[in-house]
């Protein structure tokens, strides 16, 4: 009653200017809420078991990356596998069940780590103890190896069934030097075009590094390639830009349209024979700022990842990045 009578008696102005500070209320009580649910869940602040397992993951995974490393440096990752040590430590002090997939995958990588080593008379005997000691069931040994790939291997699963394409899909981070012609780059984005969006409102954007300079700057910046990505020919910066939505309860819809259209965007790129890693976009705010200023992003985009793309070399190694067991995320209701 009140809100329609001061409708009509206020100024268009006052009302426009009365709407826009309830809005911009509102969007302060959903950013601040999403600020303490996620702080209240992150690893940096919290310690449940599913902390720990994140922690195992990632610090694994960093190892892995290592172990494919064209420039290997032996004895390489001490801070991850002492983290990773110290996660699997915690994690078994917390619970009788270590068998967990996380848990198990970890062990075939440090063992990885000590065969590499082995093989080059290297001595990492430190790391013995802790294989020992959480020693896994055997039916959960698989095995997380790097992948040794080929170039005319790759290039034959361009063309495979959806099931072997997408099974046969990994990151690949360094390249040959052959070039990615410009056509290549249209057919890519052509094919990808087909991303779905909420709405079809298809909010993304992206920039295409190709200056070598431009992308050394950026990739410094950016850190996730340090050590690797020999030979990017093209770094690509996915936006999204929130010109497309309207209030606060699409905040994280143009990171969603942007995210399906990358993966699409992998897929497309594989499609034509051609490597990809996403990287990501979590930088700093002073960081963000001169990533912004060198590519000149406009202020309405939203940064979302990165990723570099290059021609497979003859011969190189992925990482083999096992993933979970579906169980282990599917809900059904
Ligand atoms: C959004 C996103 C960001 C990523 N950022 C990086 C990165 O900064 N550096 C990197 O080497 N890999 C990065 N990756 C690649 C992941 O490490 C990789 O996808 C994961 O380990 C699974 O391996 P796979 O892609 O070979 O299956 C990123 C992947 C995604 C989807």
Redesign the pocket.
């Known amino acids: 009653m009140i809100k329609k009578v001061l409708y009509k008696v206020l100024p268009k102005k006052i009302i426009q200017f009365l709407q826009k500070k309830k809005y911009m209320w509102i969007a302060k009580n959903a950013f601040d809420q999403d600020r303490k649910r996620f702080m209240s869940s992150v690893y940096s602040f919290n310690s449940s078991l599913a902390n720990l397992e994140a922690q195992i993951i990632i610090n694994s ?1 960093s190892i892995e ?1 290592g172990l494919t490393n064209i420039n290997f440096r032996p004895g390489f990752g001490k801070r991850a596998l002492s983290d990773l040590v110290y996660n699997m430590e915690k994690y078994s002090e917390r619970t009788e069940v270590i068998n967990s997939e996380v848990f198990s995958n970890a062990i075939n990588i440090i063992t990885a780590y000590i065969e590499k080593h082995n093989n080059l008379a290297v001595d990492v005997s430190y790391l013995k103890d802790i294989v020992q000691k959480f020693k896994v069931s055997s039916d959960l040994v698989i095995d997380c190896n790097v992948v040794n790939n080929s170039k005319s291997g790759k290039i034959k699963e361009s063309h495979l069934d959806f099931f072997k394409f997408s099974n046969s ?3 690949v ?1 360094d390249y040959s030097s052959e070039i990615v012609s410009s056509k290549e780059l249209t057919n890519v984005f052509s094919l990808a075009n087909n991303a779905p969006s909420a709405c079809n409102r298809q909010p993304w954007q992206v920039h295409v590094i190709s200056d070598k300079n431009k992308i050394t700057e950026v990739l410094t910046l ?1 850190k ?2 340090k050590g ?1 990505g020999t030979n990017i020919q093209k770094l690509l910066l996915i936006t999204s830009d929130n010109r497309f939505f309207s209030n606060v309860h699409e905040r994280n819809q143009g990171f969603i349209d942007a995210g399906m259209y990358s993966m699409n965007l992998l897929y497309a790129f594989k499609y034509y024979g051609i490597g990809t ?4 976009a979590e930088l700093s705010k002073n960081t963000e700022k001169l990533i912004r200023d060198i590519l000149s992003i406009k202020n309405y985009e939203n940064l979302v ?1 990165f990723i570099s793309v290059g021609k497979y070399p003859n011969d190189f190694k ?2 083999k ?1 096992p ?1 979970k067991s579906i169980n282990s995320y599917i809900k059904y209701h």
Request: hydrophobic share 20%.
């Open positions: 995974h990356k899909r990994s990151s981070r950016q996730g390639l690797y890693c996403a990287l990501n990842m992925t990482t990045s993933k």
